[in-house]
């Protein structure tokens, strides 16, 4: 059974304290471990992946409404490089997008653009710092993905 990895970026604390929140979650109840490190605190050093992992990304969008006038994705790109280096995104196994309803259609739109550029689904998203019921749905999905994950890689004889 593999270690449980999260990558993710957070600026405002949200996303870290969601991490935090999910990890102890799957920890005490799933008694998997789990490893996580905001990309940011890379400081533009680059690493490359050798195995599965999940990835978290907050909105953070400047200009047009996002669809149809436009938008510039701001402050987030240190994700997207990462992902890109060495083709890290190979091992994702998707992303959670996190942000502000009130925001609309913008609501986790740029984790929706991640999957459709790296190829990997939206696992789930959440608001702002995320509920208690959002801990228990999302754990559930990204043991999911991991057991399925780990189906691939188990050759039996």
Same mark, same amino acid.
């Given at each position: 059974?593999?270690?449980?990895?999260?990558?993710?970026?957070?600026?405002?604390?949200?996303?870290?304290?969601?991490?935090?929140?999910?990890?102890?979650?799957?920890?005490?109840?799933?008694?998997?471990?789990?490893?996580?490190?905001?990309?940011?605190?890379?400081?533009?050093?680059?690493?490359?992946?050798?195995?599965?992992?999940?990835?978290?990304?907050?909105?953070?969008?400047?200009?047009?409404?996002?669809?149809?006038? !436009? #938008?510039?994705? &701001?402050?987030?790109?240190? =994700? /997207?490089?990462?992902? %890109?280096?060495?083709?890290?995104?190979?091992?994702?196994?998707?992303?959670?997008?996190?942000?502000?309803?009130?925001?609309?259609?913008?609501?986790?739109?740029?984790?929706?653009?991640?999957?459709?550029?790296? !190829? #990997?689904?939206? &696992?789930?998203?959440?608001? =702002? /710092?995320?509920?208690? %019921?959002?801990?228990?749905?999302?754990?559930?999905?990204?043991?999911?993905?991991?057991?399925?994950?780990?189906?691939?890689?188990?050759?039996?004889?």
């Amino acid at each position: 059974m593999q270690r449980i990895r999260f990558y993710y970026i957070s600026l405002s604390g949200n996303t870290s304290s969601f991490v935090q929140r999910i990890s102890q979650y799957i920890k005490a109840t799933y008694h998997r471990e789990v490893e996580s490190l905001n990309v940011k605190d890379l400081k533009g050093e680059a690493i490359t992946v050798d195995g599965p992992f999940v990835s978290f990304l907050p909105t953070y969008l400047e200009g047009g409404n996002g669809i149809d006038t !436009g #938008f510039q994705e &701001i402050l987030t790109g240190n =994700l /997207r490089k990462f992902l %890109e280096y060495q083709g890290n995104f190979r091992y994702c196994l998707g992303i959670i997008g996190s942000g502000n309803r009130n925001f609309n259609k913008q609501f986790c739109l740029t984790a929706f653009q991640y999957a459709d550029q790296f !190829g #990997f689904p939206v &696992i789930d998203v959440f608001e =702002l /710092r995320g509920t208690d %019921e959002d801990v228990e749905r999302i754990s559930k999905h990204i043991l999911a993905s991991f057991e399925k994950a780990e189906e691939k890689i188990d050759v039996s004889y």
